[in-house]
């Protein structure tokens, strides 16, 4: 099924906008969703995360009616020709990190290309998407186009994957998880499929670098929203003349970054988004100073109620750490030094992801 069935393509650009328009009338009401349900800092999501949405849409909107083939001269006698439809039915699931983002990555690109959907947020974190799907029928939406699914990975999740009438699954998650996803689609109907999977990604930093700078892009890289992005600057290589100066410098900041309640404008970083994840963290900073490594500062929950962790950096690690290897999805960051360009190059690609 798809949705161009009986609206033009101008028509679906229509609503889409009417979509961003009703978007940006609820951004306090998102955006405390999203405080609410993943713990993301109020203010960041009222002045990024749900705005960027609404423009995303409009984005798109403006594709809706720029979707078509070309004519191909193949000789003085024959012309080809080719077109471009609609995938179909595809089936999206989402992360808990970017309640928001997520949901419009998935469906603002299948919107505008006349698809219809079934969307399954992360069961951690759908309180955005049920709102999302009331906007949408306001906006004029039909019925049966965004289909909102609450439930588990393994039960809702796994339905998606393997059902043999969906022609298309995005997935966005951990690596683990995607491998399952790519499976299913597999050996169900063969679905087209679409993985944004985990990562560890380094941050090489070197002598000539700006130290106030630097310590900030390495703080934010891996603090902002907790840790927990896939693209998250989780290991620091520092070229051995600045090395301690900046370790000083980044732990100063580390200390003074502020942890507490995300409806807070003076907290910088809020809650993990529940318990499992917020465990999963701590073991691996406890692996972490198992295996030897060296706890600058951090390692710690904040409090005793709610999943608060300390902004925490290690150093003297080895590049087989588990701390090293793993995308731990959180506010943990591993400070190595270097000597040259090319052993910087070679380690920071040492990576499984």
């Known amino acids: ?43 960041i999501g009222k002045a990024m995360d749900i705005p960027h949405v609404a423009t995303l849409l409009r984005y798109y ?75 949408a029928k306001k906006a004029g939406v039909p ?15 796994a339905a998606i994957s393997s059902h043999m009438d969906i022609d298309m699954v995005s997935f966005t998650g951990s690596t683990e998880v995607g491998r399952i996803v790519m499976q299913a689609a597999a050996t169900s109907n063969l679905k087209h499929v679409s993985l944004e999977l985990g990562g560890k990604s380094p941050l090489i930093i070197f002598d000539d670098a700006d130290l106030d700078t630097a310590t900030d892009l390495a703080l934010t890289g891996i603090l902002f929203n907790k840790g927990e992005v896939c693209v998250a600057g989780s290991r620091v290589y520092v070229q051995e003349g600045i090395y301690e100066e900046f370790e000083k410098k980044l732990v100063v900041k580390a200390k003074a ?16 988004v529940d318990k499992k994840q917020f465990e999963k963290i701590l073991s691996y900073i406890e692996h972490g100073k198992r295996e030897g ?27 087989d750490n588990v701390i090293v290897k793993d995308e731990i999805f959180g506010p943990v960051l591993s400070l190595m030094k270097f000597k040259t360009v090319e052993e910087a190059i070679k380690r920071a690609n040492d990576t499984r992801y």
């Open 143 to 157: 019925d049966g186009v965004i289909n909102v699914v609450t439930g588990f990975g393994s039960t809702a999740g």
């Open 257 to 272: 970054w502020s942890v507490g309640d995300p409806f807070d404008p003076n907290v910088h970083q809020g809650p993990q």
């Open 1 to 43: 099924m798809t949705f161009d069935y009986e609206f033009h393509q101008q028509q679906r650009g229509r609503i889409m906008s009417k979509f961003a328009d009703l978007i940006e009338e609820n951004i306090e009401e998102l955006a405390a969703l999203d405080a609410i349900d993943a713990g993301k800092i109020f203010s």
């Open 293 to 319: 490594a060296t706890l600058l500062t951090g390692g710690e929950r904040v409090g005793t109620e709610g999943y608060y962790i300390q902004p925490t950096i290690f150093t003297n690690v080895k590049e």
């Open 61 to 135: 909107a403006g594709a809706a009616d720029k979707i078509h083939g070309e004519v191909l001269k193949m000789s003085r006698e024959l012309h080809g020709y080719t077109l471009r439809e609609p995938v179909g039915v595809v089936g999206h699931i989402i992360p808990w990190n970017f309640p928001t983002t997520m949901f419009f990555m998935k469906v603002a690109p299948a919107l505008a290309a006349g698809c219809t959907m079934v969307m399954k947020p992360a069961e951690q974190t759908p309180l955005s998407a049920l709102f999302y799907a009331h906007l």
